[in-house]
């Protein structure tokens, strides 16, 4: 099988990549980003694109498996706007790409809060990509929503630090369990079970479920 990936530098995607890459099922691999992973493999093809020129890119977006874990900060992009490009713009575009071109899977990390009535403009956002992804033609849409992410970033983000470090520290005493943090290969695992359990049409993944579904 060929799989798809956009969002292959952060954290789940590189979680992503390498479980991928050491899985027998999986015969190929292509990322698409603005930058080399930095390492050769037998299975990786790699793609240096500028997200802005669809055209470039678009007839490029095939396979039997696509993986959306494109995202960033606020303080990253330097603006809303900006960051919406990203979050749901580009995210968006290659998933119409992807399924105009006949890929039948598509997973794709959400945000556990993702509404697109919201008035939080993260939450919103997510919440809108769900919404607009689901109108895709695709034959099998899994939408993971992770709580707090935690690993090794390339970028520190002090926020989440502090909030990993509280929950933990509630959780030990048996609060806020549906809250608690989520390491980004549990999510990896997570995607990979579902764009291969075979289900058809949609289906969304709250936090419990994607702890559950990694440990397929």
């Known amino acids: 099988m060929k799989a798809t990936i956009i969002g292959a530098t952060g954290l789940v995607g590189s979680e992503l990549v390498n479980l991928l890459l050491l899985d027998d099922r999986i015969q190929e691999v292509v990322v698409f980003g603005r930058r080399t992973l930095g390492f050769n493999h037998e299975k990786l093809q790699e793609h240096i694109i500028n997200f802005d020129k669809s055209e470039e890119w678009r007839e490029l977006?095939?396979?039997?498996?696509?993986?959306?874990?494109?995202?960033?900060?606020?303080k990253q992009a330097g603006s809303k706007e900006a960051q919406n490009r990203v979050d749901y713009?580009?995210?968006y575009?290659?998933?119409?790409?992807?399924?105009?071109?006949?890929t039948p899977v598509y997973v794709l990390?959400?945000?556990?809060?993702?509404?697109?009535?919201?008035?939080?403009?993260y939450t919103r956002m997510k919440g809108e990509l769900e919404r607009d992804v689901k109108k895709l033609n695709f034959s099998a849409t899994h939408i993971i929503q992770p709580g707090l992410l935690h690993?090794?970033?390339?970028?520190?983000?002090?926020?989440?630090n502090l909030a990993f470090h509280l929950l933990n520290a509630v959780n030990r005493i048996g609060l806020m369990k549906s809250?608690?943090?989520?390491?980004?290969?549990?999510v990896a695992k997570?995607?990979?079970?579902a764009a291969l359990s075979n289900k058809s049409r949609i289906h969304q993944y709250t936090l419990e479920e994607v702890f559950d579904l990694a440990d397929v």
């Open 61 to 74: 977006v095939s396979g039997d498996l696509f993986f959306s874990t494109l995202g960033t900060t606020m």
């Open 89 to 91: 713009t580009y995210q």
């Open 93 to 102: 575009e290659f998933a119409k790409a992807a399924a105009e071109n006949g």
């Open 109 to 121: 990390v959400s945000a556990a809060s993702a509404n697109p009535e919201s008035r939080v403009f």
């Open 151 to 160: 690993g090794n970033r390339e970028d520190t983000r002090f926020g989440e």
């Open 179 to 186: 809250y608690r943090p989520i390491h980004g290969k549990t």
């Open 190 to 193: 997570a995607m990979i079970n």
